[in-house]
């Protein structure tokens, strides 16, 4: 990874003060002059919260944090032992890609991700929560899960039945995307939101596993090559997991 990574040097949050160990196991302690995020780099959500905070130009560390670890300084701020987790540079600490994003939504300046009229509000929102969950449990974790975080956790070999479920899943998922693109010129209307953050980050995952046909989804192909263009996301286009490495498409922006 190119982040720098919680196992590697692990974090004592006290307030805002960050304390790692360094190879002599020595406690060194500095005060933290930026917000930092608890990432993994193929994680969906941890993704998401790296897209809002490009689109924010909000400054921020990034700790690869190995959650299957489940190190007990991480756990003493976040017990669910999930990434993303957002550190305020005075130590505050929120959890869920959601509730990070509805938080930077509320407290940073423009752009706007959560916009237009209640009804418009509670779209994006439906979105964020039909990729976040729906997607999510459908094709993300059958297929990230099964190839790569199976392999991080110890969890046994891939189940070839769970992937061809995953495989047949995203069909409809894409299907959907085709869908909006075709109706709206992003994925809850006029502008660019936190919907197609949300959807992104999870494409982008799939995609990185070379699991999406693209030349079968045209319209999604094109609503995805707008948002890999965007200076946001290209980082996420960096990104090299050990032992997996992305097709040749992955990194191109016109593919």
Request: proline residues 5%.
């Amino acid at each position: 990874f190119k982040q720098k990574t919680a196992y590697e040097i692990p974090l004592r949050l006290v307030g805002s003060e960050m304390c790692i160990r360094d190879s002599r196991n020595s406690l060194l302690c500095t005060r933290s002059v930026m917000p930092s995020l608890l990432h993994l780099p193929l994680d969906p959500f941890s993704r998401k919260i790296r897209i809002v905070l490009g689109e924010k130009k909000i400054t921020a560390s990034l700790a690869v944090e190995p959650i299957w670890e489940r190190r007990h300084e991480f756990l003493s701020i976040n017990p669910a032992g999930t990434v993303p987790v957002f550190i305020e540079d005075d130590g505050t600490t929120i959890s869920t890609s959601q509730a990070i994003a509805e938080y930077l939504e509320e407290t940073s300046k423009e752009p706007a991700l959560i916009f237009g009229t209640a009804l418009q509000r509670a779209e994006i929102r439906r979105l964020c929560n039909w990729f976040d969950v729906k997607f999510n449990t459908e094709v993300t974790e059958y297929l990230l899960g099964e190839k790569i975080m199976k392999r991080f956790l110890g969890l046994g070999e891939p189940s070839s039945e769970t992937i061809r479920a995953g495989y047949a899943n995203i069909d409809t998922h894409l299907g959907y995307i085709e869908y909006l693109a075709e109706q709206r010129a992003w994925l809850a209307g006029e502008n660019f939101s936190l919907a197609d953050i949300t959807a992104a980050s999870h494409i982008s995952c799939i995609d990185y596993l070379g699991d999406i046909a693209w030349e079968d989804y045209q319209q999604a192909k094109q609503w995805y090559a707008r948002i890999k263009s965007r200076p946001s996301f290209r980082p996420l286009l960096q990104d090299l997991i050990p032992g997996t490495r992305p097709p040749a498409h992955y990194k191109n922006l016109d593919f």
